[in-house]
């Protein structure tokens, strides 16, 4: 049985790695997440009674329950999903993005060095450290070309600053210290479990209540849109075949502008809620005061996971998208609990 020590396995993205790990046979995953607003012990409700899942509520920065994590469970891999992760609270609020992203990957980094010198030598070649970053690091794209792994860091929001710097001590950990580490930067991530501050699962819980979809700026905004799923068949792909101190980008090769995305979110509500009396869903756009600094487009070329590893997505934007607003559709519990004294839609991100 092979054995992940998943961080950040409650939210969104890592929530969905851990349910998809537990769908494939002979491996186990310890689960250690903190339970901030973003992370929901209700993501993880389907897997209780599961004996290969063991959940760990704690912080990443907490380096004395790290190491002890590895030292009890013997992990053969680190996935790193933990990060506050939302750009318009990284506006409202930076510090937090700069202590979990930066101090948290560092000390996760740190103990799983530690730990790695210390496996025998069989146990120390198949070792893995696998970090989740984003596209955003590499900040924002003219109307033509696409992201590449070779492309030059240009953060331009507090969120993707802490993300870089996350991915320069990835980096520094190979190249000083010979860990056998992995970085995935992946595009826009859409699908089940996702938090509401999202465009969106936001804007699906806007529609069902009557509210406005709020749209910045002029909606022209581009980006590449992945399926969560497919995202966590990648990182597994990865996992298991990727080179140690390689990166790969992972994108869904489904480019669309914000715009583009409500309206396409509208028309599937309109045709799985034909009684709704919010149809046409499209009437409750409004534009309204753009992001400050806000990329105007972002686009993954994911062909070196193509051609090294054989990965592709399966699902295109709209098989995606109807799927997703299908699973909102059919949790509402999971949605008014994860809401709950949390979040109520506001607009975030205006600045002081």
């Excluded at 198949?126 to 596209?135: C, I, P």
């Amino acid at each position: 049985m092979k054995t992940i020590l998943v961080t950040g396995g409650a939210g969104f993205i890592g929530g969905n790695f851990i349910h998809y790990l537990l769908s494939l046979d002979g491996v186990r995953a310890v689960n250690l997440d903190a339970l901030t607003y973003a992370g929901h012990a209700e993501t993880l409700a389907p897997l209780q009674g599961d004996p290969r899942h063991c959940f760990v509520h704690g912080d990443i920065g907490d380096r004395r329950l790290v190491r002890s994590l590895l030292a009890e469970h013997q992990p053969d891999a680190v996935v790193n999903f933990a990060a506050e992760s939302h750009v318009d609270r990284s506006i409202d609020g930076p510090a937090e993005f700069i202590n979990t992203n930066v101090l948290g990957t560092f000390n996760l980094l740190d103990c799983a060095r530690q730990y790695w010198e210390e496996l025998d030598t069989t146990r120390r070649a198949k070792f893995r450290f696998l970090h989740v970053s984003t596209d955003e690091v590499y900040g924002s794209l003219g109307p033509e070309g696409l992201f590449s792994e070779t492309s030059p860091y240009a953060p331009n929001s507090p969120y993707s600053a802490s993300k870089a710097a996350s991915d320069h001590l990835v980096r520094a950990w190979f190249h000083t210290f010979g860990l056998p580490v992995l970085t995935t930067n992946c595009s826009n991530n859409y699908g089940p479990y996702q938090f509401p501050e999202k465009l969106i699962p936001l804007f699906i819980q806007n529609a069902l209540a009557g509210k406005p979809l709020p749209i910045y700026g002029d909606g022209a905004n581009v980006r590449d849109w992945l399926y969560v799923l497919d995202h966590c068949r990648a990182i597994w792909c990865v996992l298991g075949g990727g080179r140690p101190g390689e990166v790969y980008n992972v994108g869904g090769n489904s480019e669309r502008t914000n715009l583009q995305v409500v309206d396409v979110l509208c028309d599937t509500l309109d045709e799985l809620l034909p009684e709704s009396v919010h149809r046409p869903h499209a009437g409750l756009k409004t534009f309204v005061k753009d992001r400050p600094g806000h990329d105007r487009r972002y686009a993954i070329d994911a062909s070196k996971l193509h051609k090294e590893l054989g990965w592709q997505p399966v699902e295109t934007f709209e098989t995606g998208l109807y799927k997703t607003v299908q699973w909102y559709l059919s949790n509402q519990d999971w949605c008014a609990a994860v809401l709950a004294d949390s979040y109520q839609g506001e607009r975030l991100g205006l600045g002081s």
